[in-house]
């Protein structure tokens, strides 16, 4: 039972660390960039600030949604529309594992979004 509590304690303290980490790595994105998640029955949704010039608190959103294979990542919503949003999630289908720690595919899916709508302000 002694090993057993100790076990637990220990993974609840390793919880506790990541997601502490986690908050920061997300209060970072939200300061730097603009960008915080939202959890919602369709997917994930992120949302954008910091895009629009002439108006910094404009939101540009869309939701991703998680399947089981094949293509895992589907766009479900997005606003305002990107017309080349699906070659985006056709290549993060093709590149992302999620099993996997290199997340560099899924960072530029999401990067390539949020430069997709700068490029609608600049229109």
Partial sequence: LDNYQAAMANNVNEFSAKEKDAKKICNMYRNLLGLRFQPT?????FVFTYIDPKDWTR?????????????????????????????????????????N???????????????????ICQS
């Fill in 101 to 119: 720690d290199d997340i560099n595919s899924f960072s530029l899916f999401v990067v390539s979004m949020r430069n997709e709508f700068k490029k």
């Fill in 41 to 45: 029955e369709e997917g994930l949704r």
């Fill in 59 to 99: 939101e540009f959103t869309f939701t991703l949604k998680i399947k089981s294979n094949p293509e895992a990542y589907h766009v479900v919503g997005c606003q305002p529309e990107i017309p080349n949003a699906a070659k985006y999630v056709q290549r993060l289908n093709e590149t992302y594992l999620p099993d």
